[in-house]
């Protein structure tokens, strides 16, 4: 047994000397982990892109990656969430790359910033950027003291932006005064970006061996000739909180979940509707939190639920029940104090929220109040009106039998044995009741 011991552990000596050579091989070489990190920005700025952001460039750091590629296609979105991205993307110790892209894409208002605090700045044909005024909550651009503070700090961060990248300081500055626009191939022959390219290897081939500023002041290049480029998607978490920042959904979530309380309140112990109602109005509420609202409009929506009660319990012949869909659509409309049309709530999606609200919950009051007016046919009150027996003579009181059970009866005159009576109130235990002719 010792002997087969010894030849075993001799063996595997063996094994591991002829083996270590190429372990260290691999253990000097390693993982690949040289790469491109890539993430997609297809929709409005507002907190989640800068979380989605953050995520990267920390991830990049992590992964020793070369760069950090951003593909850009948005309309604009918050300023300060864009501030924000710009501060992450200027303290980035990775590359950052900010590629507008796909064809008919555009880097507008917000998106002009991020494009220009890249390390490198790129569009693909067919692309526009600029357009980077500030403007007020319905779109319109802002007014006297308001728009020259806000412009001026916009225009300040253009400036400082540019300015260390070494492009065009003026052209720039003009997309946030004048809300100039500019295509590809403008923005390239003005110095507003640094290339031109089809596709990101088109990219990595023209900034191969060409020097790259950095916010610093350093320059350096980069060869990304070859790199694997892996794309950083937003987790389920991230797609979520995504797509509640959208202002239609966020208002299709309250105007549900308000309606939902109610109808749990009107039917109290069914429970399904007050934990979707619940559900509902933490979610808006938590969107809502991160979205710039009107406190106005807030009210306006809690006002047409009052309208719709009161549609139920008063004859307006409708003028309430129109009055709380103007109010619901009109608080929809001015919810999301939005830069921008995609972050506001659309005339479409406001009219068909309010207007279905507004009827199913004037229907449900209506029946709601009819039911609580109506005849309580269970206990003493259901007596009244019923029809019953004389068990005994009524002169005045006697017996009576009533809904097959025998009552002390009280009657407004004499009523013979066996004459039908009629009950026409009830005092305690005992019935006050009349007699019928018999027919």
Same mark, same amino acid.
């Given at each position: ?32 982990? %040289?790469?491109?990190? +890539? ?16 995520? #990267?460039? =920390? ?34 110790? &990775? ?14 208002? =917000? ?5 220009? #605090?890249?390390?490198? #700045? ?8 600029? %357009? ?11 007014? !006297? ?9 916009? #225009? ?7 300015? +260390?990248?070494?492009?065009? &300081? ?23 970006? !640094? ?16 020097? &790259?500023?950095?916010? !610093?002041? +350093? ?20 797609? $979520? ?19 939902? $309380? ?30 710039? &609202? ?14 719709? =009660?009161?549609?139920?319990? $008063? %004859? ?56 609580? %007016? ?66």
């Amino acid at each position: 047994m010792n002997a087969l011991f010894c030849r075993s552990r001799l063996f595997l000596v063996c094994f591991l000397r002829r083996l270590s050579p190429f372990l260290a091989l691999l253990l000097l070489v390693g993982p690949a982990s %040289a790469e491109v990190l +890539k993430i997609v920005i297809n929709d409005t700025i507002h907190p989640i892109t800068n979380e989605y952001v953050g995520r #990267a460039i =920390a991830q990049a750091q992590q992964d020793d990656a070369k760069a950090v590629l951003i593909e850009i296609n948005t309309p604009g979105g918050m300023l300060e969430s864009t501030r924000q991205i710009v501060e992450r993307i200027l303290a980035s110790p &990775i590359p950052v790359i900010v590629y507008v892209t796909p064809s008919g894409s555009r880097a507008g208002s =917000a998106g002009m910033f991020i494009v220009e #605090a890249g390390d490198v #700045a790129a569009m693909t044909p067919g692309s526009n950027a600029g %357009a980077a005024h500030p403007v007020g909550p319905t779109g319109e651009k802002l007014n !006297d003291v308001m728009n020259q503070k806000v412009e001026n700090d916009a #225009a300040a961060l253009m400036r400082s932006v540019v300015s +260390k990248r070494g492009r065009n &300081i003026e052209l720039a500055e003009s997309t946030v005064r004048e809300s100039k626009s500019f295509t590809e191939q403008e923005a390239l022959s003005k110095n507003l970006v !640094d290339y031109v390219a089809s596709s990101e290897q088109d990219l990595f081939q023209q900034m191969r061996g060409r020097p &790259i500023k950095r916010f !610093d002041g +350093k320059t350096f290049t980069l060869d990304l000739v070859g790199e694997p480029v892996r794309q950083l998607d937003m987790t389920l978490k991230l797609r $979520i909180l995504a797509l509640l920042m959208n202002p239609s959904i966020s208002f299709a979530l309250l105007g549900i979940g308000i309606f939902a $309380i109610y109808a749990e309140i009107n039917n109290p112990g069914t429970v399904l509707p007050g934990t979707v109602g619940l559900i509902c109005i933490v979610l808006a509420g938590f969107a809502l939190n991160l979205l710039p &609202i009107s406190y106005a409009a807030v009210a306006l929506i809690l006002t047409a639920f009052v309208l719709f =009660a009161l549609e139920a319990k $008063i %004859a307006s012949h409708g003028v309430l029940g129109i009055g709380g869909v103007v109010a619901l659509t009109l608080g929809g409309l001015f919810l999301v104090d939005g830069p921008i049309p995609e972050m506001r709530v659309h005339l479409s999606t406001a009219l068909a929220i309010s207007l279905p609200l507004g009827a199913i919950s004037v229907f449900l009051m209506t029946i709601a109040l009819k039911a609580r %007016a109506g005849k309580h046919i269970s206990g003493a009150d259901g007596l009244i009106g019923e029809i019953g027996t004389a068990q005994s003579a009524l002169s005045p009181s006697g017996k009576v039998f009533v809904h097959g059970e025998i009552w002390d009866a009280l009657a407004s005159s004499t009523v013979p044995e066996g004459t039908p009576i009629v009950v026409k109130r009830v005092k305690g235990l005992r019935l006050e009741v009349d007699g019928l002719k018999n027919s």
